[in-house]
T-cell receptor, first 114, second 115 residues
């Protein structure tokens, strides 16, 4: 069975600093997608970034970037220049090509200290 | 684009009654929608996958007779919690996918409180 593990239940960072959230996954598939979702206090799930497994280049969206290590089955999220609005729960998720459902990690609660 | 709405956002009902939650994809067609339940400070737990025009596929441990799902059109799926009890109180979230391989677009969620 596919599993997604986020080993950091909570993280904190000073405003304007950089923080990295960890995610590992277990799969025997070769073609899949990985995602990071943000859930702020409003509880609205927001897609932060997406990575196709066949792409070697790490995805980047403004201040958000990933370090995708396919052989190690690792997919970490780096947030640069942290802002107060980045405070949220962050969920790593995995989707097999052709499958329907996302598999979520346990989440990491990120606190931004002013 | 790719907006998903949910209605109501918050509902309080009495034990033994049923409550219906609607999930709509506003600007795209969603052949597949998903229903999740989320307890405080926990991850999303998938309850069922809803495909337009066919019966929903429920995850193990989810009572299909208690959580009725209908996906009548490409833009609407409903979740009905039948004979609700206080233990059904939770945050329910729907999501929809607009194309293969894309991330799901999530609704804002519905907070259900059963008294």
């Amino acid at each position: 069975a596919q599993t997604v593990t986020q080993s950091q239940p909570e993280m904190s960072v000073q405003e304007a600093e950089t923080v990295t959230l960890s995610c590992t996954y277990d799969t025997s598939e070769s073609d899949y997608y990985l995602f990071w979702y943000k859930q702020p206090p409003s509880r609205q799930m927001i897609l932060v970034i997406r990575q196709e497994a066949y792409k070697q280049q790490n995805a980047t969206e403004n201040r958000f970037s990933v370090n995708f290590q396919k052989a190690a089955k690792s997919f970490s999220l780096k947030i640069s220049d942290s802002q107060l609005g980045d405070a949220a729960m962050y969920f790593c998720a995995y989707l097999i090509q052709g499958a329907q459902k996302l598999v979520f990690g346990q989440g990491t609660r990120l606190t931004i200290n002013p | 684009g790719a907006v998903v709405s949910q209605h109501p956002s918050w509902v309080i009902c009495k034990s033994g009654t049923s409550v219906k939650i609607e999930c709509r994809s506003l600007d795209f067609q969603a052949t597949t929608m998903f229903w999740y339940r989320q307890f405080p400070k926990q991850s999303l737990m998938l309850m069922a996958t809803s495909n337009e025009g066919s019966k929903a596929t429920y995850e193990q441990g989810v009572e299909k007779d208690k959580f009725l799902i209908n996906h009548a059109s490409l833009t609407l799926s409903t979740l009905t919690v039948t004979s609700a009890h206080p233990e059904d109180s939770s945050f329910y979230i729907c999501s929809a996918r607009d194309q293969v391989g894309s991330g799901s677009h999530f609704g804002p969620g519905t907070r259900l409180t059963v008294t």
